[in-house]
């Protein structure tokens, strides 16, 4: 497979420069996704992020989970398509547009029917970091 996945807060190590590190990310990257809650949507880091990557001409992707809905984004997040993963459709909808923006097929074993479980598992509980 030709992609990589960055997540910051496991791809950046003790001493890296931080700041670089999203950067270079950011700077290869085709599409970005940002986890919007009604939490995340307040820090000022996911805005940078997601206007970074859009200024670069990455594709962004909002989101919306933990009770957060796309109509109820805050200015500058609204601007983009987001999607609710509340059902089987926006499941499918995400992966498909994942499938497309980097070239790959979707494995017949893909049970978006597992994918909402599982996020409505992740939803129930509290966040590790």
Request: proline letters at 5%; a positive charge; hydrophobic letters at 40%.
């Amino acid at each position: 497979m030709g992609f990589k996945v960055f997540v910051s807060a496991v791809d950046i190590q003790l001493g890296d420069a931080w700041l670089k590190e999203i950067e270079n990310a950011l700077e290869g990257s085709t599409i970005l996704l940002s986890l919007c809650s009604p939490s995340s949507v307040r820090r000022p880091w996911l805005n940078f992020e997601s206007g970074s990557g859009w200024s670069k001409g990455v594709k962004v992707v909002p989101i919306c989970y933990k009770g957060l809905r796309k109509d109820k984004l805050p200015a500058p997040l609204h601007i983009f398509q987001a999607v609710e993963l509340t059902d089987l459709v926006s499941c499918r909808k995400l992966v498909d547009r994942l499938a497309s923006e980097l070239s790959i097929r979707i494995s017949e074993q893909f049970d978006p029917t597992k994918m909402l479980a599982a996020l409505r598992s992740c939803d129930r509980r509290e966040p590790t970091l």
